[in-house]
Each structure stands twice: as C-alpha cells, then as structure tokens.
C-alpha cells in the first residue's frame, strides 16, 4: 500500500501528541511554583511587620510614604485603609483590619496570607531568605539550560514579522475574544507569550532579586554600588514590592489563560511534556 492511499484513511480532524516542554523546563517550572509561593507568603509576613513604602534611602515612622497599609481607631471600631500617594482607600476585613480568633485586629495583610500565620518577622524572614536562595539557584539552572539547548532562540526569541504591530494587534484581539492557536500555530508559543515570558525571565524576576540582596545589610557591604543604582533601600524595598505585585499579577493571568485554553491539557504537558492539538490533515 502506498503512502499516499495509507494517508487517505486517515480521519480529519486528529488528536495528536507533540513533546512541548523538557524535562528540565517542567522540573524547574514546578520548583518556582513552590519557590515563589512560600516567597510571597513569608514576603507578606515581612511586610506586616512595617506596612508602609518609602523612596530614597530613608524611611521611618512619620515619614512621607508611598504606600500605607494600616487601621484607624475612630468611634470605638477599628478600621482598615490602603494610603497610595495620598489617597485613602478603606480596606476593612482585607487590609488593614481582619479577623484573628473571631475580633478585628490590626493587621496589614490577614494571617491567612502569611507565613507563619502570626507575626513573627523571624520566622518570616527565614522561611523567605531559604526559598529565595532555592529560587535563584533554580532559576540559574533553568537560564543556563535555555541558552545552552537554544530554548531561548527556538522558542522564546519573537520572530521579526511577530512584532508588526498588526501581527500584535491581530493576537491581542484573539486573545480578547478567548480564541486560541490550534493546529500547527498551537505547536508554539505566539508573540503574546514570548514577550511577556521575556519580560518575566529578563525584567521581572532580575528586578525582584536585585532589589532583594539591596536589602541585606551584608550585600550592600560587599556590593555598595548596588543601593545607589537604585536610589537608596527604601527605594529598593519599594521595588520589591512592586515587582512582587507585577509577578502576582502575572500569575493570575497565567493560570487563567491555562483554565481557559484547556485546564487538563496544559496541565499534562508540564507535568508529561505531551501537548495535545488538534491536526486538520492537509489542504486541498
């Protein structure tokens, strides 16, 4: 039988299987999942413990602050607020004020979504300073494996006719009506998620660690440059946060695209690395 009479039998459309993640780009995948979750949990548990930002390298109690997290206390009954620049924000039962053992309490982000769940900036501080140095050496594994296996180049890097601004224009319209690559354009990322996986890879998180040995009394010691090319640590601790909350954001809009453009089947290709897609056979 001829190939061609062999292709013939073939039911269109087909589910089929391509390899879409390696191994070392899903073990690394599910290691920041861990890393960053215990980041933020410990990171809040740090900021309870001084719930207000500052610019410049000083920054205390009466200061001038960015941002402000806390309570009041008029008429009797606590009250929760967010301070950005000036405007005021109530936050009750959220920010600022929450529930601990059944009474309102004065805290920036509720025990909830902290570790550990009472404030004991030590324990936060150890629980973080122990998953950032995992974070960072996983994330060393991972950028020393793209480069040298040419993940960045083959899968990462944007084509030139990516980024028309009619091609862009084009996919950020798909992505707003939910409609998703199949066939052979599901086999790649698209230009949306090149560019943002470079912002996170390349901005984001070299921001956020940056910003984080700023902080450390030891690093500032070895490397001072490191405090003035970001203006000072308050500077850097506003950052922080900043990139922080950019980093939550993201993985908001990650794992919603993931639920809506097939829960199982992006789940299974970074825990198996098969992908399915959906082969519409040749063109007349």
């Not at 690394?28 to 719930?51: D, E, K, M």
């Not at 698209?190 to 901005?203: D, H, M, P, R």
Request: glycine fraction near 10%.
């Amino acid at each position: 039988m001829s190939a061609n009479a062999s292709n013939d039998n073939v039911q269109y459309p087909r589910t089929i299987f391509i390899r879409r993640h390696s191994v070392v780009t899903r073990l690394t995948h599910w290691l920041n999942v861990l890393c960053l979750s215990f980041l933020l949990l410990s990171g809040l548990q740090i900021f309870n413990a001084h719930p207000e930002l500052y610019w410049g390298h000083y920054g205390a109690n009466g200061d001038p602050a960015v941002l402000t997290i806390g309570s009041d206390d008029e008429g009797g009954n606590p009250g929760g607020f967010v301070r950005i620049a000036g405007l005021e924000i109530p936050t009750t039962g959220v920010l600022g004020v929450s529930q601990v053992d059944g009474q309102q309490a004065s805290r920036a982000f509720p025990s909830w979504a902290t570790i550990p769940s009472f404030q004991d900036l030590a324990a936060g501080r150890r629980w973080h300073f122990f998953f950032a140095w995992l974070f960072v050496i996983n994330g060393i594994v991972y950028l020393g494996f793209s480069v040298l296996s040419g993940h960045f180049r083959k899968n990462l890097a944007p084509k030139p006719h990516e980024l028309s601004p009619r091609h862009l224009g084009r996919e950020i319209l798909d992505h707003a009506r939910l409609r998703f690559p199949e066939g052979e354009e599901a086999k790649h990322y698209n230009a949306l998620q090149k560019l943002t996986y470079l912002a996170v890879i390349v901005i984001l998180l070299p921001l956020m660690v940056l910003t984080g040995l700023t902080m450390s009394p030891g690093v500032d010691a070895a490397f001072p440059a490191l405090v003035e090319i970001f203006g000072g640590r308050q500077s850097a601790r506003t950052i922080h946060f900043i990139t922080a909350s950019g980093l939550v954001i993201f993985v908001i809009v990650h794992v919603a695209m993931v639920v809506l453009s097939g829960t199982w089947n992006n789940i299974r290709s970074m825990i198996t690395g098969r992908y399915a897609i959906q082969e519409k056979g040749p063109q007349s």
